[in-house]
């Protein structure tokens, strides 16, 4: 077991340590030495410096479309699943068997089948191509709302409920002075799942948007490997270097999330596991 954990440790970390040393080159540094080596020159400084300036520096821009499709979306998502879920997991209410059944069932049906779909309907409403076609669909997170269900069933006991239902609490002030506190860990677990999915978002945002002020990271970042490819702009092969240390710059925050929100994740996956 451990030889097949390292395995798939080196081919999972393989593609990130060739990035890392691949944006430290320039363009001639990048196709006469080794993959996983530096080159004679170290390019990174003034790699990030073409990045930031490139078509009069647009990746700023995406990245800060990328920062509002996250946040928006992912706490969004996370708020709306930690709701749905302490709502099925604690209220009987008619139905409430058939909608759990209709969640569980809307986990297996992949986001690339709904994205034509979603284009025909947002298209008759009037909103491609602006920020919400791609915030609004990120809200719904079925896996959270599983999630949450089943951590709030043990999380948050009924007796402490009563008791503040009987000091004379209201539902909404039970759930945000109380309930929240206890399911914070699974709120983070499902927050760290929308963010790592709405940053990476790219089929979605492909078809719903063309303007190009409005793209996220990754459609951008797509857009510039078909201009180095292709070779459609003149003296394109030259922003290879630039790709490759936007795509670095793109999984930073990521790994910068992870890190600050893994300890809550560990508890949050791990809490409900063991019953007391």
Not at 13 to 27: D, E, Q
Request: net charge neutral.
């Amino acid at each position: 077991m451990t030889v097949a954990m390292a395995l798939m440790l080196g081919y999972t970390l393989l593609p990130l340590v060739w990035l890392m040393f691949g944006a430290t080159k320039s363009n001639e540094g990048l196709l006469s030495s080794r993959g996983l080596w530096f080159a004679d020159d170290f390019n990174l400084f003034d790699n990030i410096h073409d990045v930031l300036t490139y078509e009069d520096g647009i990746y700023l821009r995406w990245f800060a479309n990328n920062l509002l499709y996250s946040v928006v979306g992912a706490g969004g998502a996370a708020m709306i699943a930690t709701l749905g879920g302490y709502a099925l997991a604690k209220f009987e209410f008619a139905g409430r068997r058939l909608m759990f059944a209709l969640v569980l069932g809307a986990i297996s049906i992949p986001g690339t089948a709904l994205a034509v779909p979603t284009y025909l309907l947002f298209s008759d409403v009037g909103i491609v191509n602006t920020p919400w076609a791609v915030i609004l669909p990120s809200l719904a997170s079925p896996f959270g709302l599983y999630l949450m269900r089943v951590y709030a069933a043990d999380a948050v006991p009924d007796a402490m409920l009563e008791a503040a239902r009987m000091d004379g609490a209201g539902e909404l002030r039970i759930f945000f002075t109380i309930s929240l506190r206890l399911l914070a860990p699974g709120f983070v677990t499902v927050l760290l799942f929308a963010l790592v999915a709405t940053w990476n978002n790219y089929f979605l945002p492909l078809i719903v948007l063309n303007d190009p002020n409005w793209f996220p990271l990754t459609v951008g970042l797509n857009r510039w490997n078909g201009q180095a490819n292709g070779g459609s702009v003149a003296g394109s092969t030259s922003i290879y270097p630039i790709l490759l240390t936007g795509s670095l710059l793109a999984i930073v925050p990521l790994i910068v999330a992870f890190l600050f929100l893994q300890r809550f994740w560990q508890s949050g996956l791990s809490a409900g596991g063991v019953k007391q």
